[in-house]
């Protein structure tokens, strides 16, 4: 990554919070000129200041105004947050096109420590080789392991619900804009509501159901991780939602696994405010004849589900990377980075239930030595890594100069000595 190169940066939008204002503060600090654009209420909560600029045009209108602005400004770069927003989609073929370069941000491929920063697209867009020799042939050398990033989730949650108390109470600042989700103040605070008490019954009656299900079906269970159902990641496959997967992947565990295999459902933890497939489970249960064999849970310990599992199948979820991890084959359903012959499986779902195979462990390891160098960045968008010593809170290494002494900036940083390896 040589992020020190850029002369002027357009950033559009960016996660929840003040990541991208702080993101902004390390470019301008390695000589970038930085330029942003506003949206709604939400980005302008968070990033507010100089060379600035509020857009409340219309969607139809921004790629023409996006031309102008990349123009006058001589704009050489690109950053946003996920590349399947409309706002981004609209004018990232254009940027390429006048050989301007876009950098997408995304939450990590390695988690819980890492964001992904990649030139020209993420996740499905990912310009990552699938040829599975240019990772055995890759020779990196050993990086130090990752700083912790700790809990996260708070914050988030409050990021999260501060911009969408700006969208809901300043949307007369732009009365065009139209977000890509559900972003109502009053919704997602009974979503989060809701949520909350979900996760306390979750706990009650999910508890010891790991170590009974460990116990009795040891290398005798399939994992099938669920994903937020508006994930952009849909988008990156044939799927039109999560229930159109669940279907066929219960119709074809129920007609190709083993007797004595079970299929075990896990839920994703940032659905839980809006999602529970809990009747629809049942009734493909008893539609296709594996009620018995089928299992629903929440908030369990995933390493240790992923350990003592026979399988794993995903849409493209980055547990995918954590079953490899743990030597669990993998059958992908989408498109993933990770989707490359020899590392996950490339049979049927129906032969990849009856045989699933074994991970090429050498390959995994090859796979990520190279994620690291390449698109992974230690930190979060959320929470800081002080040690690390930039505004934003990711590692220095993102750039190619050499990083400036520690500072604080804004909020609180992370304590530096209590996260060293």
């Not at 857009?55 to 006058?72: H, I, M, N, Q, S």
């Not at 009747?279 to 064999?293: I, N, P, V």
Request: charged fraction near 20%; aromatic fraction near 12%.
């Amino acid at each position: 990554m040589h992020l020190d190169r850029i002369q002027h940066a357009l950033l559009l939008q960016g996660p929840v919070g003040p990541f991208f204002r702080r993101f902004a503060e390390d470019l301008r600090r390695r000589g970038t000129r930085v330029t942003k654009v506003n949206f709604n209420a939400g980005d302008a909560m968070f990033f507010r200041g100089q060379d600035v600029i509020a857009y409340d045009g219309t969607l139809a209108a921004w790629p023409e105004t996006f031309r102008k602005l990349v123009a006058e400004r001589q704009i050489d770069a690109v950053f946003v947050f996920g590349d399947r927003r409309p706002i981004h989609m609209a004018v990232i073929e254009i940027a390429k096109q006048l050989g301007i370069a876009v950098w997408a941000f995304e939450e990590g491929y390695l988690r819980p420590n890492h964001v992904t920063l990649e030139r020209g697209g993420v996740n499905g867009n990912s310009p990552m080789p699938r040829d599975p020799s240019l990772y055995r042939a890759a020779i990196h050398p050993v990086t130090p392991e990752p700083l912790p990033v700790g809990n996260a989730f708070y914050r988030h949650a409050m990021w999260t619900m501060l911009h969408s108390f700006a969208l809901t109470f300043g949307f007369w600042l732009y009365p065009r804009y139209q977000h890509h989700r559900n972003s109502g103040f009053f919704y997602n605070a009974f979503c989060w509501t809701r949520g909350g008490l979900r996760k306390l019954e979750y706990k009650v009656k999910e508890r010891g159901f790991l170590d009974r299900l460990v116990t009795a079906h040891d290398g005798r269970y399939f994992v099938f991780p669920l994903q937020v159902h508006c994930d952009s990641q849909i988008t990156h496959s044939d799927y039109a939602s999560m229930e159109e997967l669940i279907d066929e992947t219960v119709r074809t565990f129920a007609a190709s696994a083993p007797a004595d295999q079970l299929l075990v459902v896990k839920h994703h933890p940032h659905d839980t405010p809006y999602k529970d497939y809990t009747k629809l489970l049942r009734e493909l249960g008893a539609k296709y004849g594996c009620a018995d064999r089928l299992r629903y849970c929440h908030d369990l310990h995933l390493p240790t589900l992923l350990k003592h599992a026979r399988g794993v199948v995903t849409m493209n979820s980055t547990v995918g990377i954590s079953a490899l991890h743990h030597r669990a084959p993998v059958k992908v359903m989408g498109r993933a980075v990770y989707d490359v012959p020899g590392l996950t499986s490339t049979k049927t779902l129906a032969k990849f239930f009856a045989e699933p195979g074994k991970v090429d462990h050498e390959l995994y390891e090859k796979f990520v030595a190279w994620m690291r160098a390449h698109n992974q960045v230690n930190g979060s968008f959320y929470r800081r890594i002080g040690a690390l010593g930039t505004a934003c809170g990711l590692d220095p290494a993102m750039f190619a100069a050499q990083p400036p002494e520690p500072a604080v900036v804004g909020d609180e940083l992370i304590s530096h000595d209590s996260l060293r390896p």
